[in-house]
Structure formats: C-alpha cells, structure tokens
C-alpha cells in the first residue's frame, strides 16, 4: 500500500514561513486528491487544504485562507503547504493524506482519504 511521508515542519517565530511537503512512496498522486490536515493533542484532526492531482480543483479552511497555500508538482511527486504569517495557533502535528474518491466537498473530511502520513510537528514561537 501507498505510504505518504510529510516532511518541512520545525520550529519558526510568529510571523515566519514554512513549507511543508509530502510525497508518496508509489510515487504518484494520479487520480487522487491530497489533503492536508493538522492536530493538536486532545482535539480532532482540522482540515486546512486539499487539491485533486491535476491541480484543477484546490480548496482551503477559512482558518488559513489567504496564508496558506497548498499546490502539487507532479513531475517532483510532491505536494506543498506554504505557511505564511504563521501564528501560536497554528502550532499543530499536520498530516497529509491521499484519497481517491471523486471532488466533492468530502474532501475537507478525514473519513474521505484512506492513507495518511505520519505527521510532521510545526512549532510557531510567539
């Protein structure tokens, strides 16, 4: 089975940047729509971007609408979260994960996406 591996997360003050990526150890994403999520420990796990493969359809939370941006280069068989004007409150574990289903607004759903990386910890010092 597909394995997706998260990496780009740290440390970094408030208002810093960060770019978070994910790739996949079949290496494609074709046909399928990656999202991003994060957790913080005691809550549940928040939607915040998802793109379908070709690029075409992308949606983000209204938490991160205007900071961040999650896009894909499919020849690098990666997808990217860039973080802007980072806050204390974006400090999270964010996943990604791929699902296969049709776009839909289910995407911004965790029961949509069947396959879920690790998780990378961002930590944004105030």
């Known amino acids: 089975q597909v394995q997706l591996v998260e990496s780009g997360g740290g440390l970094v003050q408030a208002v810093g940047s960060l770019r978070l990526s994910c790739t996949a150890s079949?290496?494609?994403?074709?046909?399928?729509?990656v999202g991003w999520f994060r957790q913080a420990p005691g809550k549940e796990r928040e939607f915040i971007a998802a793109?379908?493969?070709?690029?075409?359809?992308?949606t983000h939370s209204d938490s991160v609408q205007g900071r961040f941006t999650i896009s894909i280069d499919n020849a690098k068989n990666m997808v990217y979260l860039q973080m802007n004007s980072l806050t204390p409150e974006d400090t999270d574990v964010y996943y990604c994960?791929?699902?296969?289903?049709?776009?839909?607004?289910?995407?911004?759903?965790?029961?949509?996406?069947?396959?879920w990386g690790q998780g990378t910890q961002v930590t944004v010092s105030s």
């Open positions: 994960a791929l699902g296969r289903g049709r776009w839909t607004t289910a995407v911004t759903t965790t029961s949509y996406y069947n396959v």
């Open positions: 079949d290496r494609t994403f074709d046909y399928g729509t």
């Open positions: 793109i379908i493969w070709s690029g075409g359809f992308k």
